[in-house]
């Protein structure tokens, strides 16, 4: 049988799903010695070890039965309700625990997308949206994004080509760092409403922000201002306890709920047992102090950056200075190519992402997306020093 | 804002996806009291607590960074190379980690389905693989099985069809607990080369097999008497170590699990690395002597329905005696209502799940799902004299 003989039975949604020629790439930097600026890695020395490994003894010991048997799709009830308490005039059966935001983010576009309909997404936007979305065919309309988040002036006139959803990163998006503005958050939820168009709005990064204080979510904002049923909220504990335990939330008007667990009884039937509860475990002891560790270590590590970028990068690229989450998002010269940039820099020992598959209308070859919360302050330093000499090549 | 207002944006593909009234009724079995032979849930006195507890402490302690961290979406490698090595000429690259093999069942959908397309099933088939299958939008043909599985010889004339995959459950299926008899195994792959319709093969009951030895899979098979390349395999770790782990695997062409990869990608990233790690040192620690108990409990256990039923059963119904699995499969007269059954049997405290929804062509209104895995002997003898009152009760 020929090599194309599966290929020849491959759904035609598949046609959108493909292997990126950056992963390739990527692949090259995880030889020894190279400086990784590239994956949106948590710092896995903050990671709640001992909590966790108690945690998991103490759940096996008392509840190992219920930890290690199937459950429901819904998701562990107390980890439900302790959700739905950090959100405003939240019910648990308006939350929906995932494996992962990643799955939120599959079942939402299975949920809402037809084959030719229009979403409405950020540019750039995080990549892995798009990688969930585009099995269900949708065509994109895109908003660009400044260092306030998105442009929400040139927003009406998408609005009026009826998306069938806003795909929103409010704060410290990835990949561009940036944090939509109060004002703009307010206009968003009101022309959302306005026009029914219903706002996904994607949080992972809530919690990190480097500053006292945080600005009401999408969510929030709707329940006072909008229609209060307009937006699906997705956050995970990904960037706060552990990406490696898959456990993440979806949370909505109760309707979109129960469409959704009925899309991931078929998907997954749940999510793993023992990690919802560990995760609840966790929540409800350490997470408090995992974040303020958490966004210490980062902003320490964003200041690092910011003033290895200032050294070196002054005049060659723009930048803006992120104010939480894990990335800076750089611009270089129009004329110049990130891709090309990057096979420099893995010759000299430094590894970043290219900021054009980020777009999903094209464009954004000369921007990039650098991560400062897995790479030590000495890596940092060490790692712009790098891309700058890899610049200093391609500008010749 | 209506409460129509979502309704009126999701996707065609969820009219497919509906919340069913058995499970409706079965949430009143949950009540105090009520004997469960419905879910198809394993006996969780088995689990490996101990085992699991020390392993997942040691995990933490000597790699934690690694196990709370995002990991590759193919697969933890020692896992993929120990499930390669149970499979006959199969490397870890043709390997793929899945969310619980309802995963499976939905990445193979997503990459194969387009709407419309047919896929070929047997009847009664697993309900779960038609919610997973569902919203890619199939038609589905049947091939009905008896207590020697699938009626291969029904199947050339569907195959004419040319359905774009067959899928199999050859061990123990749920729910009729029948399995594939030898020579139907290479009718089934012999015909499935010669007319180029791959077969997804669902083996998640291979190791409760309640006899020495087992059958070869129809994986196996292909590999010497077919095409080599035209079964895609899959199996989990939920009936042998523990379900609420959601560890399972998809086995096939190396150029079927890169796109699965990629399917999988956009759907959760990645299978929790805890959980695979923590999979991995069971499977190398105390799989065989887990698969051994849970034989001898489930075969005395399946002795003891056995014996109940042929004591309260005979002529009012018709089963076989399953080889394996956790289910008893029961046919009543033709005439009579496993639905209007069950609203009986509620009232006596006993559960069982109808049979009609695992038929995807329809029928099978007078068939019943009995497991036999999860309650004690004492139950089980309990809950088939309360369930031959409630058909007494119908009969009439």
């Known amino acids: ?28 930097t995880q030889q020894p010695g190279v400086i990784s600026l590239a994956g949106g890695l948590p710092a896995p020395e903050l990671f709640p070890l001992e909590a966790a490994e108690q945690a998991c003894s103490r759940l096996l010991r008392e509840h190992g039965k219920e930890a290690l048997q199937y459950s429901t799709t819904e998701g562990h009830h107390p980890l439900r309700e302790w959700i739905a308490a950090t959100l405003p005039k939240t019910n648990a059966n308006e939350v929906l625990i995932t494996s992962g935001s990643q799955q939120g983010l599959d079942l939402a576009a299975k949920l809402l997308v037809d084959p030719g309909d229009t979403v409405l997404v950020e540019s750039p936007t995080y990549l892995g949206a798009l990688q969930a979305f585009n099995p269900y065919e949708p065509r994109y309309v895109s908003v660009p994004v400044d260092e306030s988040g998105m442009q929400v002036d040139r927003l009406e006139e998408l609005l009026k080509q009826k998306p069938k ?15 939509l503005g109060l004002e703009r958050r307010t206009t968003l ?84 047992t023992l990690n919802q509860m560990l995760a609840f475990e966790l929540a409800t002891t350490v997470f408090e102090s995992q974040v303020a560790r958490i966004r210490r270590t980062y902003r320490a590590r964003r200041d690092v950056m910011q003033e290895a970028l200032s050294q070196t990068m002054n005049g060659k690229a723009r930048w803006n200075t992120p104010q939480g989450g894990m990335f800076f998002w750089l611009t270089l010269p129009a004329h110049l190519d990130a891709s090309r940039l990057l096979e420099h820099a893995v010759r000299h020992k430094v590894a970043f992402v290219p900021g054009e598959p980020f777009h999903a209308g094209g464009g954004g070859k000369n921007t990039l997306r650098l991560s400062f919360s897995y790479p030590t302050p000495e890596n940092i330093r060490e790692g712009i020093a790098r891309l700058s000499e890899s610049l200093e090549e391609i500008v010749d």
């Open 1 to 28: 049988m020929d090599a194309s003989f599966w290929e020849t039975r491959f759904a035609k949604r598949t046609e959108r799903v493909k292997s990126s020629a950056i992963r390739e790439i990527l692949k090259l």
């Open 189 to 272: 939820v009101k022309l959302a409403a306005e026009y029914r168009v219903p706002i996904l709005e994607d949080d992972a990064y809530h919690h990190l922000n480097f500053q006292e204080g945080i600005m009401p979510t999408l969510y929030e904002l709707d329940k006072t201002l909008g229609s209060g049923n307009n937006v699906v909220y997705m956050s995970t504990f990904s960037k706060t306890l552990a990406p490696g335990l898959r456990v993440a939330w979806t949370v909505g008007p109760a309707e979109v709920i129960r469409k959704l667990v009925q899309l991931k009884q078929g998907a997954d039937l749940h999510t793993a």
């Open 165 to 179: 959803f806003i795909y929103a990163l409010p704060n410290f998006q990835n990949p561009s760092g940036s944090q």
